[in-house]
């Protein structure tokens, strides 16, 4: 069974760098039919789409976060992160990796979540 | 970018009850959407993709239709571990955007 698992702060200063890794178990990062995605939630708030990587390192992001986000994948360690820079108190929300295929380009397995709170 | 919409906002039911959420995009999307049920402080779940297609281990009594703009979920007899909000996402095209999600709660 595929299994995602988020990790990184859970607090993060505002203007700095915030810093997520998924670790995907069950499951090879380097299939060809399939993309990894990061999604987030704000509290009590619907979801966005961040943006995702393709194991070949082919990225796609949101237009209102691609300035600030970067997304990599290292298929050594069959994880994928995410960076958000100059962090504001509207990044916070719970943040959730998830994968998607790539013939109907939905979301079929996610993590858990993990929320992180921009506060200094 | 596509905007989704959804009505209601929020929905009270009663056990048994059929339910039907209504998903609407801003420009033609075909049947690429998908349908996600999501508990509180739990991931989302997809339930349909392709605008109709079953996902894998969920009960039958959910549905979905539709194509071009306009798509509904239907909840055939809700169960007590249907109370959740349930959101619509556009896989047409980048960036991947939800729709604002139905709360679906106890009458």
């Known amino acids: 069974q595929l299994q995602l698992q988020e990790s990184g702060p859970g607090l993060v200063k505002p203007s700095e760098t915030l810093s997520l890794t998924c670790t995907v178990s069950?499951?090879?990062?380097?299939?060809?039919?399939?993309?990894w995605g990061w999604i987030r939630q704000p509290p009590g708030k619907g979801l966005e789409w961040i943006g995702s990587?393709?194991?070949?390192?082919?990225?796609f992001y949101n237009p209102s976060l691609k300035s600030r986000v970067t997304i990599s994948v290292d298929t050594s360690k069959s994880q994928f992160s995410l960076k958000v820079s100059s962090v504001t108190a509207a990044d916070t929300a719970v943040y959730y990796c998830?994968?998607?295929?790539?013939?109907?380009?939905?979301?079929?397995?996610w993590g858990q979540g993990t929320l992180v709170t921009v506060s200094s | 970018d596509i905007q989704m919409t959804q009505s209601p906002s929020s929905v009270s039911a009663s056990v048994g009850d059929r339910v039907t959420i209504t998903c609407r995009a801003s420009?033609?999307?075909?049947?690429?959407l998908a349908w996600y049920q999501q508990k509180s402080g739990k991931a989302p779940k997809r339930l349909i993709y392709?605008?109709?297609s079953l996902q894998s281990g969920v009960p039958a009594r959910f549905s979905g239709s539709g194509s071009g703009t306009d798509f509904t979920l239907t909840i055939s007899s809700l169960q007590p571990e249907d109370f959740a909000t349930y959101y619509c996402?556009?896989?047409?095209?980048?960036?991947?955007?939800f729709g604002p999600g139905t709360k679906v709660d106890i009458k």
């Open positions: 998830a994968r998607h295929d790539s013939s109907v380009w939905t979301f079929d397995y």
């Open positions: 069950g499951g090879s990062i380097s299939s060809s039919s399939y993309y």
């Open positions: 990587i393709y194991y070949s390192g082919s990225t």
């Open positions: 420009q033609g999307i075909s049947s690429w």
């Open positions: 392709a605008a109709s």
């Open positions: 996402q556009q896989a047409n095209s980048f960036p991947f955007t």
